[in-house]
């Protein structure tokens, strides 16, 4: 398995304008989160979906912030209008149901600076 | 209550030296306590974890000491080398969730 893939790795962007990261998860993992760090917060939960479900939301900074898992090898994470205080580094994870053993599996995440 | 508190924010350590990482909790609830580690440009991976049945688990180089009364586990890094100089997380889960909840991290670097 090619593990958690996300895209793109880095982008800037200018303030106002919508952005999108996506996260494509490990086969067969129930679960997927999507993070976000930065030196200042550390890691952040977002959001997190059950079988492509979102469960909690509640770490959604605001309504700029929106995300769906339309199936269960694809998830998006939308920014509109983004904002420079979103600058940072987005993680989306996957594991399985019983993530006590093989624990979170990250991608590579997403750099995004907003200018 | 859901906090997971980790210390020191930064450690230097010698090649060959232990590195030691300190985490603390509150919530007894927790029953899963896994280290990550993260290189630059990377994500997190799973290091090693435990269960609060047990007061040690030890992978290779890496131990995890805990200790349910005081409410604190650790990270002993034993043979330190440069090559495991990372950013270290010490999170925890409960069984009705699953959420991590993530220590602040540790900039840990191995000086040659």
């Known amino acids: 398995d090619a593990g958690v893939i996300q895209s793109p790795r880095h982008e800037v962007t200018e303030m106002g304008q919508e952005v999108t990261l996506r996260c494509k998860p490990i086969s067969g993992h129930d679960y997927l989160f999507w993070y976000r760090q930065t030196m200042m917060r550390g890691l952040e939960l977002l959001i997190y979906f059950n079988n492509n479900v979102p469960i909690d939301d509640s770490g959604m900074p605001e309504d700029r912030f929106s995300a769906k898992m339309p199936n269960a090898s694809f998830s998006t994470l939308k920014i509109q209008p983004s904002e420079p205080r979103d600058s940072a580094v987005y993680f989306c994870a996957s594991s399985p149901t019983e993530n006590r053993i093989y624990g979170y599996t990250f991608g590579s995440g997403t750099r995004l600076t907003v200018v | 209550q859901q906090q997971v508190k980790q210390s020191p924010q930064s450690l230097i350590v010698q090649k060959g030296g232990i590195s030691i990482i300190n985490c603390a909790y509150e919530n007894t609830a927790f029953d899963y306590f896994p280290w990550y580690q993260q290189f630059p440009g990377k994500g997190p991976a799973l290091l090693i974890a435990i269960r609060p049945d047990v007061s040690e688990k030890k992978e290779g180089r890496f131990t995890i000491s805990f200790n349910k009364s005081a409410k604190q586990f650790s990270l002993h890094i034993m043979d330190s080398q440069p090559g495991d100089s990372a950013t270290y997380f010490c999170?925890?889960?409960?069984?009705?969730?699953?959420?991590?909840?993530w220590g602040a991290g540790t900039k840990l670097i191995i000086k040659p």
């Open positions: 999170a925890a889960r409960m069984d009705s969730n699953y959420q991590l909840i």
